[in-house]
């Protein structure tokens, strides 16, 4: 799978989530690097949204504000999530595509077990109809 990384900022997380990500046999296009919030959340949005890449990873202090950003890009839904069962239930009912994740509270480890959850889970095709009532 493609992913598309960004980040608000340099951190040792960043590096880590990029690591873990080929190490799962992911390809990774880091398309924001230190670029302020709403820039990051956008130019990862616009790559999922726009078929350059298949999910995205973006991050910022609190992971807020990039998923604000991000969702502002038509087609995207991203979800801040702070362990494996809300990446999982991301995935399952919402089919989010973008994950956020936030560089205060994130540890290593939490993110590798995020980034199994949300990249290990499909969509349920039964939830199609409620996903539909976003566009109204």
Known sequence: MRIALGSDEAAPLVDEVGLRLKEMGHEVVVVADGQPWPDAGRRVGEAVAGGEADRGVVCC??????????????????????DAETARGARRWNDANVVALGLRLTSAAVAGEVLAAFLGTDADPGEAETLGRLAR
Do not use: E, H
């Not at 202090?61 to 702070?82: E, S, Y």
């Open 61 to 82: 202090w609190t992971g807020t504000g990039v998923t604000i950003a991000a969702n502002k890009v038509a087609g995207v839904r991203a979800a801040l999530c702070t």
